[in-house]
């Protein structure tokens, strides 16, 4: 398989389909918004439409990048080091984006808690961010499982 063209998203198929609608939601509810303004006919609660749908499209995307391996990285200091270090080096690492992201994941849960019963909806459309803030609480909260797994599992030789 080629890096530059991996083929189909193996295993991530749902979410490579959740990320891909959320970013193909936001396309044509924006490119209608500027035509609209254009035109004189502005489509109303364009904003709060792109802003809903880029939740699960950077939700999606960020739990493929770390299930892969695929975020970007600079190796001018860990390239320096021994085997050995580097690889605690980069398990540390893991496990400080792991702690991230479980502080993330309990403050997103802490808030989606606190304003459950406070009907919180966007002004126009009124899309409620219950669904939103609950995405976002699983997302982290993956993210923190994987960065956990990725540093307690050993690295593949180079």
Same mark, same amino acid.
């Given at each position: 398989?080629?890096?530059?063209?991996?083929?189909?998203?193996? !295993?991530?198929?749902? *979410?490579?389909?959740?990320?891909?609608? +959320?970013?193909?939601?936001?396309?044509?509810?924006?490119?209608?918004?500027?035509? +609209? $303004?254009?035109?004189?006919?502005?489509?109303? !609660?364009?904003?709060?439409?792109?802003?809903?749908?880029?939740?699960?499209?950077? #939700?999606?995307?960020?739990?493929?990048?770390? =299930?892969? +391996?695929?975020?970007?990285?600079?190796? &001018?200091?860990?390239?320096?080091?021994?085997?050995? &270090?580097?690889?605690?080096?980069? $398990?540390? +690492?893991? *496990? =400080?984006?792991?702690?991230? #992201?479980?502080?993330?994941?309990?403050?997103?849960?802490?808030?989606?808690?606190?304003?459950?019963?406070?009907?919180?909806?966007?002004?126009?459309?009124?899309?409620?961010?219950?669904?939103?803030?609950? =995405?976002?609480?699983?997302?982290?909260? !993956?993210?923190? *499982?994987?960065? #956990?797994?990725?540093?307690?599992?050993?690295?593949?030789?180079?």
């Amino acid at each position: 398989m080629d890096e530059l063209k991996p083929s189909a998203p193996r !295993g991530y198929g749902p *979410l490579f389909y959740v990320g891909s609608a +959320g970013l193909l939601t936001a396309m044509v509810v924006e490119t209608a918004a500027v035509i +609209g $303004r254009h035109a004189g006919v502005p489509v109303t !609660g364009a904003l709060e439409i792109v802003q809903a749908a880029i939740v699960p499209a950077a #939700c999606a995307s960020m739990v493929i990048a770390t =299930l892969r +391996g695929a975020h970007a990285a600079v190796h &001018m200091l860990t390239d320096r080091l021994s085997a050995a &270090m580097r690889s605690r080096v980069l $398990r540390f +690492g893991y *496990l =400080l984006a792991a702690a991230l #992201c479980a502080a993330l994941s309990v403050g997103s849960a802490w808030l989606a808690v606190e304003f459950w019963n406070s009907f919180e909806q966007t002004e126009v459309l009124h899309i409620p961010f219950r669904p939103l803030r609950a =995405l976002v609480t699983f997302a982290a909260a !993956g993210l923190a *499982l994987a960065f #956990c797994l990725r540093a307690i599992r050993p690295e593949p030789s180079k």
